[in-house]
């Protein structure tokens, strides 16, 4: 069985730009979680999205949305990037329920400049 | 509000000592409460979760609602145990709130 894949590795971008990342989960996994992870506050909850729908979602600016195609891939969006956003963005899978595992993905390291 | 606090960013054993990687949560609710582990080079993965009571790669973890602890625990450190190790608690609809974690590192 695959893992949790995320596209690109690696991401270098300019202040006020955008970007997209992407997480394609585990087969037959319908929640996608995503996660900020920097050095100095560790991985922070961003959004849980399931069955095409945002179930939960963490205290970020608008800036960051998502979404989740009918298949669970699920993509991340940032708008107007800013140095701070500079942090590796993990994407992690699950079947859904309550204390159900969480399957992580390798990360994209997102460097703004 | 919910948080994970580990109080210690960094833990140095020797192989063979005993090792405790504290965790404490606030939550108003009934906690489902987890442990996760990056190994060096690896994915960020589960290493064990309070409702299993099990023990794996001989770590236990005890929750303990009055002192809302989920301290980690095995008898005998070994070398391939040093890793980062993040408790994790699990909210209303798959919200994890993690703790900023703890560097093990066990020396030989």
């Known amino acids: 069985k695959a893992g949790v894949t995320q596209t690109p590795r690696y991401l270098i971008k300019t202040r006020g730009q955008q970007v997209t990342l992407s997480c394609s989960p585990i087969?037959?996994?319908?929640?996608v979680s995503w996660y900020q992870q920097t050095p100095g506050q560790g991985l922070q909850f961003l959004f849980e999205?399931?069955?095409?729908?945002?179930?939960n979602k963490g205290n970020f600016p608008g800036r960051f949305s998502g979404r989740q195609f009918s298949n669970s891939r699920s993509e991340m969006n940032v708008s107007t990037l800013e140095l701070g956003d500079s942090a590796l963005y993990l994407c992690?899978?699950?079947?859904?329920?309550?204390?159900?595992?969480?399957?992580f993905g390798s990360g994209t390291q997102l460097s703004v400049l | 509000a919910q948080r994970v606090t580990q109080p210690e960013k960094l833990l140095s054993v020797f192989k063979g000592a005993p090792v405790e990687l504290k965790c404490n949560y606030s939550?108003?609710?009934?906690?489902?409460l987890f442990w996760y582990v990056q190994y060096s080079r690896q994915r960020l993965q589960l290493l064990l979760r309070?409702?299993s009571r099990e023990s794996i790669k001989g770590f236990t973890a005890d929750l303990n609602k009055g002192e809302t602890s989920f301290h980690l625990k095995k008898p005998f450190a070994q070398e391939e145990d040093s890793a980062m190790y993040y408790c994790a608690l699990e909210g209303n609809g798959q919200n994890f709130v993690f703790g900023p974690g703890t560097r093990l590192s066990v020396l030989p």
């Open positions: 939550y108003s609710g009934s906690p489902e």
């Open positions: 999205y399931f069955s095409e729908t945002q179930r």
């Open positions: 309070h409702i």
């Open positions: 992690a899978s699950s079947l859904g329920r309550t204390n159900e595992k969480l399957f």
């Open positions: 087969s037959g996994h319908r929640s």
